[in-house]
């Protein structure tokens, strides 16, 4: 199983707004800065989020990040049938000396 | 803009070696490092490793130790990653990812990431 812990799925209706959470540890989460990325059917993903709460250019403000202790949550407000996608988040674990990722999260918009 | 370009498809007998070529652009290939990161068939993403193609130094992750080479060929800005003795649970789309470091926050983060490369393994 992945080190960091996030929901298997999460569903809302067009307009809503859904989080998605992500649990780690000291290790990771609780020292190091967290980044989310959104992978639609098919493709590469994509950065969402990075630094924790911060949205690379072009990326709308309907989607916000968060950080408290060993918890990250991913924000996604006034959804949309294009946001049904798999969200990972992901971070440095020093213990583990490596990258790790969420086992993701799918997306579906009733 | 900003971009990285993987090799084709591979189909690959077990015990075999792969070789997945990333191309970049858009950038100064030796200021950012590349990761690979792989996803099997509906599974999630598995971190690799990483290299900083200015020294050439790595950092694999201890599942892969002794069984990848991350390389680069800076005079045509493209990284490599070798994989040998696959099995078939190796079969899965290997992504390389530029690392963009923080360097104020000491933040990391992958953007943007390949197209994907599948290696299938099967006898």
């Known amino acids: 199983q992945s080190v960091l812990t996030q929901p298997p799925s999460v569903s809302a209706a067009p307009g809503q707004k859904v989080t998605i959470s992500c649990s780690g540890s000291?290790?990771?989460?609780?020292?190091?800065?967290v980044s989310w990325y959104h992978q639609l059917p098919g493709t590469a993903p994509k950065l969402l989020i990075y630094?924790?709460?911060k949205r690379p250019s072009g990326i709308p403000d309907r989607f916000s990040g968060s950080k408290s202790g060993t918890s990250a949550t991913l924000g996604i407000t006034g959804l949309q049938t294009g946001d049904e996608a798999d969200y990972y988040c992901?971070?440095?674990?020093?213990?583990?000396?490596?990258?790790?990722f969420g086992g993701g999260t799918k997306l579906t918009v009733l | 803009q900003v971009q990285l370009v993987q090799s084709g498809a591979e189909v690959k007998k077990p015990g075999a070696s792969v070789k997945v070529s990333c191309k970049a652009s858009?950038?100064?290939?030796?200021?950012?490092?590349i990761n690979w990161v792989r996803q099997a068939t509906g599974q999630g993403l598995e971190w690799m490793g990483w290299?900083?193609?200015?020294?050439?130094?790595?950092g694999y992750a201890q599942k892969f130790q002794g069984r990848v080479a991350m390389t680069r060929d800076t005079s045509i800005s493209t990284a490599y990653m070798e994989l040998s003795s696959l099995r078939s649970e190796d079969t899965a789309v290997y992504y390389c990812?530029?690392?963009?470091?923080?360097?104020?926050?000491?933040?990391?983060?992958?953007?943007?990431w390949g197209q994907g490369t599948l290696v299938s393994v099967s006898s």
């Open positions: 990812a530029r690392g963009h470091p923080n360097t104020v926050t000491s933040g990391y983060w992958f953007d943007p």
């Open positions: 858009g950038y100064t290939f030796t200021t950012y490092d």
């Open positions: 290299m900083n193609p200015h020294s050439g130094n790595t």
């Open positions: 000291g290790s990771n989460i609780g020292n190091n800065y």
């Open positions: 630094d924790n709460n």
């Open positions: 992901g971070t440095w674990d020093s213990s583990l000396s490596a990258w790790v």
